[in-house]
């Protein structure tokens, strides 16, 4: 059954890479920019949704935290480019070390109000403290991606991409790692329940913390390569509608899969291009499919996915019996 | 001199306090009975401000009879939200019940965007524009109708809960849901009716409130907040606990907006819910320490 996810999971790594080669349209390889992007985003989400089982609406203001440290390091420090994603990441796993520490001792509806506020204390603080992030006018003329000793232009968006891709696929890749490991299926008992995961001998806040700072940290990164590829950046990046756009793609894609919220970002993506004509309507259309999803459709699109190939293999064995 | 600035602060306070205290007695009153986070609550709100502004407006009715109509329409929307967003979660885990009230505002929020526009709406009474004077302080009679109103509504609600047939049947279905079902009370239609009446409650709120400032579509995303914020303070599940929670923070927003600045109002609510939660999860003016 399982046997040929490998050769399936290869297949699609290349895919992803040689898709640049055969779109040539770069208005299409700048939307495959952003997909991997809010992928890479919601997969960070997901740790905290699908494997901690956690609901937190604080999220956006962790990516928006990557993406001004690493602006305001290469501009106002001049630091190389380079290292913006990595300290970025650090910065975002620092605040989600100390706001997690607080947060975690807190668990179900509490928790998601708990984040909401320190999010809006971080929009608040990135909104009025004017000297260090320009306030609402935000931060423009970030410096583009860069690698040292390369003459490569990240400005386009196909070389872009695949700086995002490789960042994406490690964090998939991780993200596998942690899930087959007794760490992750640590998360995994103390999501399903977690008085008897403590019981036999997880430490169920340590865990909670490390899947946190984890995915804040992710967040960070996805940030910070945001700011670099979009080349400016505002408060807006912390507020409630950013933090609705990733929930709905975890939740659309699937949560608690590593697929499911890389479909969901393309679900995103994808309708938020499509639906450009219809203007404001289209934030009614994702309101609504993320309901529809909630009520019909609890395992998200990956779900429906796995219903139909479940049923395509058990189809014969009626016929076969009669 | 100095004094007679914090009295009007205070009294300025009050009046956004008790619009608050209308909005959190809903969202309290929701999470009590039907056991809801409901982070749709502002919408309702926003929804009442609005009506009330294009019924003044196209139908030419008076503030007054706008303000009933508004109130009962969105009490009707309510019964068709709870029946199509959270009836069918009932027996769900409270986090996919979040998760679809979360879908619900985004929804009502960007179709309010698209009919209504972005731009500002004004409602004007005859309220806003008269003063009164007591002694020093200058109140619009807006704000006191506000205060008087919210103080009647509260007063009315807790009379509804302690002696009517339906607040007691309110009562049993938030101690204990199975148990009230057995004694022959139809819980679903208690959820109903406490639903509509939470929804009326923020939409009397937002068409109070709303004549004193400008009217966005997002302006059930910080109703929502500010209801969350009291309510955390209060204890959720709180009546009183909502009273004066609301009381609380237009007070201490009020202040702080006036003595260190404008920014520091905004994330004064935040750094309260941080604080209660961490100190007090049960609530600032919650007696008992068992719920949950």
């Known amino acids: 059954m399982t046997h040929d996810r490998p050769a399936k999971t290869a297949f699609g790594v290349l895919a992803l890479f040689a898709l640049p080669l055969v779109v040539g349209s770069t208005y299409i390889q700048h939307m495959m920019v952003l997909w991997a992007m809010y992928a890479l985003l919601a997969l960070s989400l997901n740790i905290i949704i699908g494997y901690l089982g956690e609901l937190t609406f604080g999220h956006a203001a962790f990516f928006g935290i990557g993406a001004y440290t690493s602006a305001i390091l290469s501009i106002q420090l001049g630091l190389p480019v380079i290292i913006g994603p990595f300290v970025a990441a650090v910065v975002a796993g620092l605040f989600g070390l100390v706001i997690g520490f607080v947060a975690l001792r807190i668990v179900g509806p509490q928790f998601a109000i708990l984040t909401l506020g320190f999010g809006a204390i971080l929009h608040t603080v990135t909104n009025y403290w004017v000297d260090l992030t320009r306030g609402p006018m935000g931060i423009s003329n970030i410096p583009s991606f860069a690698l040292p000793g390369l003459e490569i232009d990240f400005t386009l968006a196909r070389n872009m991409y695949y700086v995002v891709l490789v960042f994406l696929l490690a964090i998939a890749y991780l993200c596998h790692a942690l899930i087959s490991s007794r760490t992750g299926r640590a998360f995994l008992a103390l999501r399903e329940n977690p008085q008897l995961a403590s019981s036999i001998g997880i430490n169920v806040f340590g865990m909670k913390l490390l899947g946190f700072v984890a995915a804040t940290a992710i967040a960070g990164l996805g940030g910070s390569l945001y700011g670099h590829y979009l080349r400016v950046i505002t408060p807006e990046l912390m507020s409630l509608q950013y933090m609705a756009a990733l929930v709905i793609m975890v939740i659309i894609g699937g949560k608690g899969t590593i697929i499911g919220p890389m479909v969901g970002a393309l679900v995103y993506v994808g309708l938020l291009e499509l639906l450009r004509a219809t203007g404001s309507l289209r934030l009614v259309v994702f309101a609504a499919l993320l309901t529809a999803c909630v009520i019909f459709l609890p395992g998200g699109l990956v779900s429906l996915w796995r219903r139909v190939r479940d049923r395509r293999r058990t189809a014969p064995t009626p016929e076969a019996a009669a | 001199m100095e004094f007679v600035v914090f009295v009007q602060q205070v009294v300025n306070g009050l009046a956004n306090g008790m619009g608050y205290v209308l909005i959190a007695v809903g969202l309290t009153l929701v999470f009590g009975v039907l056991r809801i986070v409901n982070f749709a609550h502002g919408e309702f709100y926003m929804l009442g401000a609005y009506i009330t502004y294009y019924v003044m407006s196209l139908a030419g009715v008076g503030y007054i009879g706008s303000l009933i109509v508004s109130t009962l329409l969105v009490a009707a929307i309510g019964i068709l939200a709870n029946h199509f967003f959270f009836r069918p979660l009932r027996r769900e885990h409270e986090f996919t019940i ?40 200058v109140v619009t009679e807006q704000r006191l109708l506000v205060i008087a109103v919210a103080f009647a509504m509260i007063a009315a609600t807790y009379w509804f809960i302690r002696s009517t047939r339906m607040g007691k049947m309110m009562q049993a279905t938030a101690q204990n849901p199975e148990g009230a079902a057995l004694t022959g009370i139809n819980t679903g239609y208690v959820h109903a009716y406490t639903f509509a009446f939470a929804c009326a409650l923020a939409a009397l709120s937002g068409s109070l409130v709303g004549p004193t400032a400008m009217l966005f579509p997002t302006v059930g995303d910080w109703a929502v907040l500010k209801g969350f914020i009291v309510v955390v303070m209060g204890g959720l599940g709180s009546v009183t606990g909502a009273l004066l929670g609301g009381i609380v923070l237009g007070i201490a927003e009020s202040l702080g907006g006036g003595y260190v600045s404008l920014g520091f109002k905004e994330a004064i609510g935040y750094a309260i819910i941080i604080l209660v939660l961490l100190w007090r999860p049960q609530g600032l003016f919650s007696a008992s320490t068992d719920r949950k």
């Open chain 2, 98 to 137: 979040l998760l679809s009230s979360l879908g619900l505002a985004l929804l009502i929020a960007n179709a309010a965007e698209h009919f209504f526009g972005a731009d500002p709406k004004y409602v004007t009474t005859q309220y806003a524009d008269e003063t009164v004077e007591l002694g020093p302080i």
